[in-house]
């Protein structure tokens, strides 16, 4: 094993995971450890990020994001647990054929779903189902960097079998003095009998939880009606939505109308627009498109594959480097300044202004 200071930090350029470990966390659940190849590289993210990975689940793989459960105060691996549902295609795959010694490409961390851009006070956590994983994240970062916080973490499950991380989650607040665990179960099993809080998401549930949840900064994950739920809950009873959180993957803004330069009437007739060209430099394809298209849907025009899951900016699966002319680019957090710095952008919400090269 290196020391930190003779390895580089990884990051989705250099795209391939290798599988370290498979634990089984509650029926269809499952924990994914990764490393990379020679475990050459550690890993630098927010606690509460995602990442997107390709999975070999059809003929043509399919693109798959995946909160991370680990914490980056533990640098040498990442781990994303992950719960199939019904009808799920990459995410059963994954449970049912990942095993240690397995690659994966991958694409990240990326979101801004995270205590560390949103830092505060105290913290409510508010998670259900496979919503519980940044909030584990997010636990396990404080528990080793700022043992003191004030969490109350509030977890909903249909069953007692079914609470992931129960055990762990547990022992930590049994070490952290501050750490207020919740968890609330709509029926006991015959094997499992639960003394604990019965019902679903309520006001009575939050307030019992965490009384003073007026005062504290809140994350929720969860099944969309589960997140829903809790906003009306909250904004109902005079919290300050500017102090809710939500992990979500669904577009944050529309799309700005593309400026396209006007001609005085005068000179109307002398000028022309110049028509969006994206040219593609390592598969050496033009493609000539509208004002409208991205450069993800000139990409497809033309043949030619970039990766891409949640197409509005959010994933960051779908960054390719600008090498010359201007896009227009509205993403939804799935970059970092650096990187625009650099040239990259985000192929799926950047609007081609005129000609444009692009690494791909």
């Not at 961390?109 to 949103?118: K, M, N, Q």
Request: charged residues 20%.
């Amino acid at each position: 094993m290196k020391y930190l200071d003779e390895m580089l930090p990884w990051n989705d350029r250099l795209q391939v995971l290798e599988c370290d470990a498979a634990i089984e966390e509650a029926p269809d659940v499952m924990t994914f450890s990764f490393r990379t190849p020679e475990n050459n590289n550690w890993f630098r993210y927010m606690p509460g990020q995602f990442i997107t990975i390709e999975i070999p689940a059809t003929p043509e793989p399919v693109m798959r994001t995946y909160t991370l459960s680990s914490t980056p105060s533990r640098p040498y691996s990442v781990s994303i647990t992950i719960k199939a549902q019904v009808g799920s295609i990459g995410t059963r795959w994954m449970l049912d054929n990942m095993r240690p010694g397995m690659q994966l490409k991958a694409f990240g961390p990326a979101g801004d779903f995270s205590l560390v851009s949103h830092p505060g006070k105290k913290y409510l956590f508010i998670s259900a189902g496979s919503g519980i994983t940044p909030m584990m994240s997010m636990t396990r970062f404080l528990y080793d960097t700022q043992p003191d916080s004030d969490v109350v973490f509030l977890n909903c499950a249909r069953s007692p079998d079914e609470i992931i991380f129960r055990k762990e989650l547990e022992l930590l607040a049994s070490r952290m003095d501050n750490l207020r665990l919740q968890l609330v179960v709509e029926r006991s099993i015959a094997r499992n009998v639960w003394s604990g809080v019965h019902g679903r998401i309520s006001h009575s549930v939050i307030d019992i939880s965490a009384p003073d949840f007026r005062d504290r900064t809140v994350f929720c994950c969860g099944p969309e009606p589960f997140m829903r739920a809790v906003r009306e809950m909250l904004e109902a009873n005079g919290f300050n939505m500017d102090n809710y959180h939500q992990e979500s993957f669904q577009p944050a803004s529309e799309t700005p109308a593309i400026p396209v330069p006007a001609a005085t009437d005068a000179a109307a007739s002398d000028v022309e627009t110049e028509a969006p060209v994206v040219v593609f430099t390592l598969s050496g394809m033009e493609v000539q498109c509208s004002p409208t298209d991205t450069v993800l849907l000139a990409a497809r025009n033309g043949g030619l594959k970039i990766p891409s899951a949640c197409e509005f900016g959010v994933c960051g699966t779908c960054k390719v480097k600008c090498l010359s002319g201007e896009t227009s680019m509205n993403h939804n957090g799935g970059i970092r300044d650096d990187e625009i710095e650099e040239g990259y952008i985000l192929a799926c919400c950047s609007h081609p202004l005129g000609r444009v090269e692009i690494e791909a």
